[in-house]
T-cell receptor, first 110, second 115 residues
Framework: QKEVEQNSGPLSVPEGAIASLNCTYS??????FFWYRQYSGKSPELIMS????GDKEDGRFTAQLNKASQYVSLLIRDSQPSDSATYLC??????????FGTGTRLKVLA | SAVISQKPSRDICQRGTSLTIQCQVD?????MFWYRQQPGQSLTLIAT?????????ESGFVIDKFPISRPNLTFSTLTVSNMSPEDSSIYLC????????????FGSGTRLTVV
């Protein structure tokens, strides 16, 4: 059974701090990894993708991938109250096949 | 990225009835995907819909319960048949951007409550 694990949270951080969200996956052959943001009552929105080991930065977001340890993380710098949402980790395990984690709820405190 | 319109956005239905959810994409796409997100749960793929062929269902989902149509490259419907309270969920259609390079784009979702 292929799995993607996330801490459900809530993860509470003060405004301006760095939020660190983590995800582990079980399928060693996975090649593509994604982070989605889902506001309450809304559909998931893709915010980051990463395919190679190391860091990938996009604005305030940094995705980190370590295939040897089978984890992927998302860092949000200068967290804002508008970042409060559930963050879903998704792993592509084959053509068109994605496994989603249950998400980590982030609360940024003003 | 693709813009996906989904309707209805929400509905409350009686058990034993059926609901058809429509999904319209603003560009032609080969494959469309239907997901379910139950309360507190992860997204689960129901089926993949190709234009001109039968949908491919994931384990635990069957055509009699979730019939899918895909009449053209921009439109698909999912029907939830003979509903029970256990079908209460958010249903999402999605497309894969650039053959997976950029992940999925999701429609706005349909929040279904079965009473």
């Amino acid at each position: 059974q292929k799995e993607v694990e996330q801490n459900s949270g809530p993860l509470s951080v003060p405004e301006g701090a760095i939020a660190s969200l983590n995800c582990t996956y079980s399928d060693r052959v996975s090649q593509s990894f994604f982070w989605y943001r889902q506001y309450s009552g809304k559909s998931p929105e893709l915010i980051m993708s990463i395919y190679s080991n190391g860091d990938k930065e996009d604005g305030r977001f940094t995705a980190q991938l370590n295939k040897a340890s089978q984890y992927v993380s998302l860092l949000i710098r200068d967290s804002q109250p508008s970042d409060s949402a559930t963050y879903l980790c998704a792993v592509a395990t084959g053509t068109y096949k994605y496994i989603f984690g249950t998400g980590t709820r982030l609360k940024v405190l003003a | 990225s693709a813009v996906i319109s989904q309707k209805p956005s929400r509905d409350i239905c009686q058990r034993g009835t059926s609901l058809t959810i429509q999904c319209q994409v603003d560009s032609q796409v080969t494959m469309m995907f239907w997901y379910r997100q139950q309360p507190g749960q992860s997204l689960t793929l129901i089926a993949t819909a190709n234009q001109g062929s039968e949908a491919t269902y994931e384990s635990g989902f069957v055509i009699d319960k979730f019939p899918i149509s895909r009449p053209n490259l921009t439109f698909s419907t999912l029907t939830v048949s003979n509903m029970s309270p256990e079908d209460s969920s958010i249903y999402l259609c999605s497309v894969e951007e650039d053959e997976g390079v950029y992940g999925y784009t999701f429609g706005s979702g349909t929040r279904l409550t079965v009473v």
